[in-house]
């Protein structure tokens, strides 16, 4: 980690931008819950947390592997000497919708799902470019002067 990261994110709008995430994050799970403690009504307790535990342990699963496809990609963009803009904001995206794949909860497995597909996540990950205000142009040039294997 470089000092820029460092100082970068001691920035109060960097600041403010990752609480922003942080609480669309809560709210998610907020809302994962209340969705929980009314189908309990419904059906078994038991019964829908072990729906939860399989469809957390499959969602990971899917995730590693979407997201092992989308840094090879990244890779073979590399290696072809162009800025391969695309696969990076698809990997960030595929990113967000991991962590909302896995995390415990219908509402954020289907947030996560949405996100995993290839529209959604490149355009969530060009708003996460755009928002974070990174530059892939120099991101790509410490790679390609390091020589790093993602």
């Known amino acids: 980690m470089n000092i820029k990261v460092i100082l ?13 995430f942080v609480l ?11 969705l929980i403690v009314f189908l309990s009504v419904y059906w078994h307790t038991y019964l829908i947390l072990a729906i ?19 840094l ?5 963009g590399l290696k072809s000497g162009v800025i391969p803009e695309k696969e990076f904001s ?8 991991a962590v909302f794949f896995i995390i415990p909860g219908f509402i954020s ?6 996100l995993l597909y290839n529209i959604f996540s490149k355009k969530v990950g060009d708003k996460l470019i755009y928002y974070f205000d990174l530059n892939i142009t120099e991101l790509y040039e410490y790679i390609k002067l390091y020589e790093l294997e993602i």
């Open 52 to 70: 939860l535990c399989f469809l957390t342990f499959l969602s990971f699963i899917i995730s590693k592997a979407i997201l092992k496809k989308s």
């Open 8 to 20: 970068k994110s001691l920035n109060i709008k960097s600041l403010d931008r990752f609480l922003n």
């Open 109 to 114: 497995f289907i947030i996560g799902a949405f």
């Open 90 to 97: 698809m990997l960030f995206g595929n990113m967000v919708g």
């Open 72 to 76: 090879s990609n990244l890779n073979l």
């Open 24 to 34: 669309v994050l809560s709210l998610v799970l907020l809302g994962d819950i209340l």
